[in-house]
C-alpha cells in the first residue's frame, strides 16, 4: 500500500504549539493532507499520553486510530473526496543539553516506540533523570548517546533518529552546538541510528554531498506546531499498515517500501541562509567568510545557516547523488499558493474557503499538488492557480532564503507577470 506518513508533530502540551493539536483535528487534517500515518509527537509527556489513551484504539499492529464516536463527526467535516482511514504511531522528540568534549551539545532526537506500554516503561526511565511534564518536549540533560542506549534496552522495536539534523541550535549536526559527525555524538552505539530527519532548511541533495551520511536513511517530517502544517515535509512508503513495516522501511537503507520524501524548498526554511536577524542581515556563507563571522551592520556574531554547514562537512560537490538515494518532490503548501494567487493573506477565510472548495472537487492536497492534471485544476480552481502549481512542479519559483529564525519568501509570480500571464492564459 502507497502511503504518506507524517511522524513528527508536537501536541498542544508543547510550547509555542496550537490549542488545536488533539488528536481530533489531526485525524481531520491528516485527510485533507493526504497523509495515511501520522505520528503522536510528544507521547512522553503524561497528560498526552493519557489523552492519546483516552481518544484513540488500537487498529493494525503498532498503530492506533480515533475512537469511531469521536471520528465520525469530525468525518463529516471532510469532504467525500478527501475521507480515508488516518493512522497513529507514537513518537516523541526529546532535547538534550549537555557537555562533552568541552562543549556545551543541544541536540533533539526523535523517538518512535511500538507501543502504549513501552512509552511507559520510558516515560518511567526518564522521570528519574529530569521533568517530563514541564513541556511536550522533555529538555533533559542527557547525553544523546545515553538516550540512545535507554531507548534500545527498554524495546528493540524502538527507534531514534536525530530530529532536523542540520538547524544550528539544537541538532546533532547544528552549526552552534551541534558535531562534525554522528559518530562523534553516538560514538560505538552509531549502527543502532538508522536515519536522521533532514529538516526543512536542507533537503536530500545537499546531504547527498557528505558520504558518511550514504547509509543513513534520509527522513522528512513537518514538524508541526498547528495541524494546518502537517504534510509540510512527509514520507512517502509502500508497506503493510503496521509499526514493524514501517519501521523497516527506515532502518534497511535498501528496502524498496521507503519510495522517497515530500520537501519544503529548503531556501524557505527559517535557518537556510546564515545572517543576524536583529539587523534584517540575510547572509550567504562567502558573505559571512568575508565578514569573519560577524553583523556587517553591529558587529555581532552571525547564525551560520545549514547551507554553511553542509558546505563545512560536505566531502562531494552539489549534485553527487548515492547509488541508494530516493526520490524527494519540492513542494509549497496549497494555502501558500492560493494566497499568492488571490494576494490575500495566508489564513484569510476566502483562503480556506478556495482551499477547502478546491479539496472538495478534486481530492486531498497532496493530490492537487502533484498528481492532479493541471487543466483540472484550472477548471475547479482559476488559470492562475494552475499556471502557479505547474511553476511549482517545475522548480520555477523565487526564493529569498531564510535565515536566522525567519523563514524564507517564496512567489510563484513576479509582481509585474501576474497580469500579462492572466491574459495570456485567458485567451486559451
Known sequence: MRFLADLHIHSHYSVATSRAMVPENLHRWAQLKGIKVVGTGDCIHPG???????????????????????AKPVDETVPNRCRAEVRFLLSAEISSIYKKNGRTRKVHNLIFLPDVETARRLQAVLARIGNIQSDGRPILGLDAKELLKIVKEISDAAVLVPAHAWTPHFSVLGAKSGFDSLEECFEELTPLVPAIETGLSSDPAMN????????????????????????????????????????????????????????????????????????????????????????????????????????????????????????????????????????????????????????????NEYYVLLESEIKDIRQAGSDLLGEAINRMRTGKVSIYPGYDGEFGTIRVFASEEREQISGQLGLF
Request: with cysteine.
Open 48 to 70: 498526552w499520553l493519557a489523552e492519546l489513551q483516552q481518544k484513540l484504539q488500537p487498529a493494525e499492529p503498532g498503530l492506533y486510530e480515533l475512537r469511531s464516536a469521536l
Open 208 to 363: 547527498w554531498r557528505l558520504s558518511s551520511l550514504d547509509g543513513f536513511r534520509l527522513i522528512s517530517n513537518s514538524d508541526a506546531h498547528s495541524p494546518v502544517k502537517l504534510m509540510r515535509e512527509a514520507n512517502l512508503l509502500d508497506t503493510d499498515l503496521s509499526y514493524a513495516s514501517i519501521i523497516s522501511a527506515i532502518r534497511e537503507p535498501d528496502s524498496p517500501s521507503f519510495l522517497g520524501t515530500l520537501e519544503f524548498f529548503p531556501e524557505e526554511g527559517k535557518y537556510h541562509y546564515d545572517g543576524h536577524r536583529a539587523c534584517s542581515m540575510r547572509m550567504t556563507p562567502e558573505d559571512t567568510r568575508n565578514n569573519r563571522g560577524r553583523c556587517p551592520r553591529c558587529n555581532s556574531k552571525v547564525t551560520v545557516g545549514v547551507m554553511h554547514r553542509v558546505e563545512e562537512l560536505a566531502d562531494h560537490p552539489a549534485g553527487r547523488r548515492p547509488v541508494q538515494a530516493r526520490s524527494f518532490n519540492s513542494m509549497i503548501p496549497l494555502m501558500e499558493i492560493i494566497a499568492e494567487v488571490e494576494r490575500m493573506g495566508v489564513h484569510s477565510k476566502k483562503v480556506n474557503a478556495i482551499y477547502l472548495d478546491l479539496l472538495s472537487r478534486l481530492g
